[in-house]
């Protein structure tokens, strides 16, 4: 199947400071990327979608402004949170699609301090 | 009422045992039914993707798909320690841009 890579897998960072994660289809064109949120034994959780070259569509309950998305080019992604803070710490997943089947990264570990 | 309504379990079976998952979902919209597989900590793999009705097969695993009951299901033969892991029934509406909905996932053990 296709390949989504992320980096970094993990990344401590503290309160106030932005971090950049980065999602990159290795091995086709997505012109849709996901972004997800997951918290221990729950779900994935739709942050927003983003289409190259235009703007992220969120979700409800998602502020555009601390989640940074760029779509920049057909296989890469980034999500900037802005300004984190300890209740952002989750495990951040990023998803491609390629025609109908969607792949995910392996995702990123973000503990804000 | 969620729209995807799955177990999360944990299901613990024996090694070698036929394993089945399913899911029920209640937006007749949608048409496309995935299952991924999530290891603690890491990104879901995509296992099995199909859009019709019936049974489909890939090795050691079988989606079936019931779209008159609402009804979606993951068997998996011959479970190996290996299979450990959580399994993620996923769906959504035609249309490239739709969204994937998700169910919660199943934990899954398989006992050597």
Known sequence: GAVVSQHPSRVICKSGTSVKIECRSLDFQATTMFWYRQFPKQSLMLMATSNEGSKATYEQGVEKDKFLINHASLTLSTLTVTSAHPEDSSFYICSAREDTEQYFGPGTRLTVT | ?112
Do not use: H
């Open chain 2, 1 to 112: 009422q969620k729209e995807v309504e799955q177990d999360p379990g944990p299901l613990s079976v024996p090694e070698g045992a036929i394993v089945s998952l399913n899911c029920t979902y209640s937006n007749s919209a949608f048409q496309y039914f995935m299952w991924y597989r999530q290891y603690s900590r890491k990104g879901p793999e995509l296992l099995m993707y199909t859009y019709s009705s019936g049974n489909k097969e890939d090795g050691r695993f079988t989606a079936q798909v019931d779209k008159s009951s609402k009804y979606i299901s993951l068997f998996i033969r011959d479970s190996q320690p290996s299979d450990s892991a959580t399994y993620l029934c996923a769906m959504r509406r035609p249309g490239g841009y739709q969204k994937v909905t998700f169910g919660i996932g199943t934990k899954l053990q398989v006992i050597p």
